[in-house]
């Protein structure tokens, strides 16, 4: 069974483009979360999805969005970036119904450097 | 407001030994308490999850001990390898509708495992 997928692995941007991140969720599962993982704050939460809509969001500016496509599938979005948005973006997929079901597995990220 | 709090930061421990990673938590209404070991360069994996109903898991070398009252959880390796080696980090969440909702995180220990 294959895990969860994120690409790109690596992305080097300049400050003020904008950037967008993929992943793909377990086949499936259903519902799909964001983390901002960085030495300094740690893994923390952008958003979630599930059936297209956005679950729960994080304490993260508006220059952060993201989406999910009838597949599961989701995209992450961060516009005007700045050097501060360096930082380890991953994925985490779950089944999202039933309570027994809410184990989340986590890509191995997409490493995001603003320069 | 750190949700959860994990301790200690890092730890060495003696190949055989026992390692213990101690997390506390204020918010009563989280019902979901999973651990998740990460290897550089990778994502976090899930190693061992428990709820609130329950005051032990165990699951080959890892156990969760959970004690509701004092509000702490923690994670005993047993039998510590060199493999071992990775950060750990404990969260929570509370599962809201159908979905995981958001896992909050600890800030990490670093395990290192002397052979």
């Known amino acids: 069974k294959a895990g969860v997928t994120q690409t790109p692995r690596y992305l080097i941007k300049t400050r003020g483009q904008q950037v967008t991140l993929s992943c793909s969720p377990i086949?499936?599962?259903?519902?799909v979360s964001w983390y901002q993982q960085t030495p300094g704050q740690g893994l923390q939460f952008l958003f979630e999805y599930f059936s297209e809509t956005q679950r729960n969001k994080g304490n993260f500016p508006g220059r952060f969005s993201g989406r999910q496509f009838s597949n599961s599938r989701s995209e992450m979005n961060v516009s005007t970036l700045e050097l501060g948005d360096s930082a380890l973006y991953l994925c985490a997929s779950s089944l999202g119904v039933g309570r027994p079901n809410t184990e989340a597995f986590f890509g191995q990220g997409t490493r995001l450097t603003v320069v | 407001q750190q949700q959860v709090k994990q301790s200690p930061q890092s730890l060495i421990v003696q190949k055989g030994g026992i390692s213990i990673i101690n997390c506390a938590y204020e918010n009563t209404a989280f019902d979901y308490f999973p651990w998740y070991q990460q290897f550089p360069g990778k994502g976090p994996a899930l190693l061992i999850a428990i709820r609130p109903d329950v005051s032990e898991k165990k699951e080959g070398r890892f156990t969760i001990s959970f004690n509701k009252s004092a509000k702490q959880f923690s994670l005993h390796i047993m039998d510590s390898q060199p493999g071992d080696s990775a950060t750990y980090f404990c969260?929570?969440?509370?599962?809201?509708?159908?979905?995981?909702?958001?896992?909050?995180f600890g800030r990490g220990t670093q395990l290192t495992v002397w052979p």
């Open positions: 086949s499936g599962h259903r519902s």
């Open positions: 969260a929570a969440s509370i599962k809201r509708g159908s979905t995981l909702g958001r896992l909050y």
